[in-house]
């Protein structure tokens, strides 16, 4: 008789790697020789001082820069040499840290755009403007994901700052991304914002990897299930919150005033 493996037991699904990832700019190396897996249906914190390499390993990864070293494999799939609008029609799709929304569009109609690529309708220029209305429960349901129902009609502009990066996640997510990427999602955000964004991308990673640079470390330790910490471009430490905020290398490399 055989018994099937309850998923909290089974190993997870590696659907990003890096490999030996290195990137130069001329004699400085601002990353060197980083590993990294990340699995689905897990958060996986980037965290590191100021300098430490998170946002060009995010911009390797999305493929805004090509590595001078390594591979990055994503699906399977070797990307390493790949540009970003393919690596994105793939699923493996970035948020950025300023907000990047349509002010002046309405919260739904700023979903309904998101959604007309993946439906077809991105190029269509000659088909009506009633067309879009078909997206219209897709995009329902996702602005009902982040919280957003009560906003539907509203535009974007009148929008909290917590709240329009709220709307780019669900602009995000009507990409219907296999992997998330987001730069510092809870930067400039008031408590209660950062507490409802935890509470999202928590929700978001029960079907997809999601892998964010985060310096707010009472977030990384509430909802991120594996921590990479960087320093000057490599790999200080990782595990879990409680393993490498416990590593006095880590605690070294946090103490001080970080250079901007």
């Known amino acids: 008789m055989t018994f099937a493996v309850p998923e909290s037991r089974k190993e997870p699904r590696t659907v990003l790697s890096a490999r030996g990832l290195s990137m130069s700019f001329g004699a400085f190396s601002a990353v060197r020789n980083v590993d990294l897996d990340v699995h ?42 790949l540009p970003p609008d393919r690596v994105a029609r793939m699923g493996l799709v970035r948020s950025f840290q300023i907000s ?54 509203a535009m974007a502009a009148d929008l909290s700052y917590g709240r329009k990066r ?4 669900a602009t995000t997510l009507a990409l219907d ?20 964004v935890a509470g999202i991308i928590r929700n978001v990673a029960r079907d997809r990897a999601v892998l964010m640079v985060e310096h707010n470390l009472k977030v990384v330790a509430d909802i991120c299930d594996h921590v990479t910490v960087l320093q000057r471009g490599e790999i200080l430490a990782e595990g879990d919150y409680r393993t490498v905020s416990e590593d006095p290398r880590v605690r070294a490399a946090y103490m001080g005033t970080e250079e901007a």
């Open 166 to 169: 709220v709307l780019e996640i």
């Open 100 to 153: 990047a929304v349509f002010p002046h569009l309405t919260v739904l109609d700023n979903v309904r755009v998101a959604l007309q690529r993946p439906n077809g309708l991105a190029t269509q220029f000659w088909r009506p403007l009633s067309a879009l209305d078909s997206l219209n429960e897709r995009a329902d349901r996702l602005i009902a994901a982040v919280g957003l129902s009560e906003a539907r009609n």
């Open 40 to 81: 689905h249906a897990r958060v996986h914190a980037l965290i590191g001082p100021n300098g430490a390499g998170k946002t060009t390993v995010f911009n390797l990864l999305t493929k805004f820069l090509t590595p001078t070293g390594g591979t990055i494999t994503f699906m399977g799939t070797d990307i390493t040499r």
């Open 177 to 196: 991304p296999k992997v998330l990427l987001l730069d510092e999602p809870m930067a400039g955000m008031g408590g209660e914002d950062v507490a409802v």
